[in-house]
């Protein structure tokens, strides 16, 4: 049967909607994405009307959807195309089309950039339809990241930080911009780091993507030595689709590094998840990161749940 794609538009949201949700559970992916998750990612400054696309099929409406993020870091300027196929609709070639439509937007934003982009893409170990689809487009893996998980029903850890530190959860909203400052610089270390605006920064936090009770900073004076932001409680359990807490950001500045501040931020939101009856906590890493992320985790009891790839290809 033939299918159309077009600009996806409000309207096709719900249907949209469904098909990445069937996709995830045909493929028995990690993350599972509700109504409030797409609104935000439809609304994040990174992504762009013009990269959304739907396609249609007579009879059936929207079988599939892909969105991409354009951003610019310091290992280039990435295109990070993102789309799901409903599980009754595959194999008809609909999302080669969607991935060669997001390829042309590359070609474009290359052309207004005048520089070149790299048209990126991820798949879980689970998503096998989507890693041959990438491998099939001349895509090649780039970068490998996990998905790390902690059962609080195991004993944790006790809490120790140097005695000239203090802990404190992020209540004081004036500390938002020296928040901010400090994880821009902490993140300046990783993998293709694009430095967040401020606006964007808060507006994450506006959206409800950070329980500030259950996010803690660590300082030196006046000085933000680290920060954990954590995404926790009733609201965020309901919006993510499970009742496991998540940890969004975690960075320690390089004076304060090898002191134990990772630890300490660490343990701090495990003890908070728990008290907000979380069964556990997960976050990501870069299986890569060269400042010892995964040991750190692992160290505190988290274990790897699940890998997710990154392919890529550059233009020209």
């Given at each position: 049967m033939p299918f159309v794609i077009r600009p996806f538009v409000?309207?096709?949201?719900?249907?949209?909607?469904?098909?990445?949700?069937?996709?995830?559970?045909?493929?028995?992916?990690?993350?599972?994405?509700?109504a409030a998750d797409l609104r935000f990612h439809l609304a994040d400054s990174v992504r762009r009307p013009e990269d959304q696309f739907?396609?249609?099929?007579?009879?059936?409406?929207?079988?599939?959807?892909?969105?991409?993020?354009?951003?610019?870091?310091?290992?280039?300027y990435f295109y990070l195309t993102d789309g799901a196929v409903h599980p009754a609709w595959r194999r008809r070639g609909i999302g080669r089309a969607l991935l060669q439509?997001?390829?042309?937007?590359?070609?474009?934003?290359?052309?207004?950039?005048?520089?070149?982009?790299?048209?990126?893409?991820?798949?879980?170990?689970?998503?096998?339809?989507?890693?041959?689809?990438?491998?099939?487009?001349?895509?090649?893996?780039?970068?490998?990241?996990?998905?790390?998980?902690?059962?609080?029903?195991?004993?944790?850890?006790?809490l120790e930080l140097p005695a000239h530190l203090t802990l404190r959860t992020w209540s004081e909203r004036r500390a938002d911009e020296a928040i901010w400052r400090a994880l821009n610089e902490a993140f300046a270390d990783h993998w293709n780091?694009?430095?967040?605006?401020?606006?964007?920064?808060?507006?994450?936090?506006a959206q409800g993507r950070a329980n500030a009770d259950a996010s803690f900073v660590v300082w030196d004076g006046d000085e933000v030595a680290g920060v954990a932001i954590n995404d926790m409680g009733p609201d965020a359990a309901a919006r993510r689709g499970n009742q496991h807490g998540w940890i969004s950001m975690l960075s320690v500045r390089r004076p304060w590094r090898q002191q134990g501040l990772g630890r300490g931020l660490l343990i701090a939101s495990l003890q908070a998840g728990a008290a907000l009856g979380h069964p556990g906590l997960g976050l990501h890493v870069d299986a890569a990161n060269l400042t010892g992320a995964v040991r750190l985790y692992e160290g505190v009891g988290f274990r790897v749940t699940a890998t997710r790839a990154m392919y890529h290809r550059a233009y020209p």
């Open positions: 409000e309207p096709d949201f719900e249907e949209a909607l469904r098909a990445m949700q069937a996709a995830e559970e045909a493929d028995s992916t990690p993350e599972h994405t509700t739907v396609a249609v099929m007579p009879g059936a409406g929207v079988v599939a959807f892909a969105l991409a993020m354009q951003r610019d870091g310091s290992e280039g439509q997001h390829w042309q937007r590359v070609q474009a934003v290359s052309a207004g950039l005048n520089r070149p982009v790299i048209m990126a893409g991820r798949a879980f170990s689970t998503q096998t339809g989507v890693e041959a689809l990438f491998s099939g487009f001349d895509m090649t893996p780039l970068r490998y990241f996990f998905e790390m998980r902690r059962s609080l029903a195991e004993p944790l850890p006790a780091h694009a430095e967040m605006p401020f606006a964007e920064f808060m507006h994450r936090q």
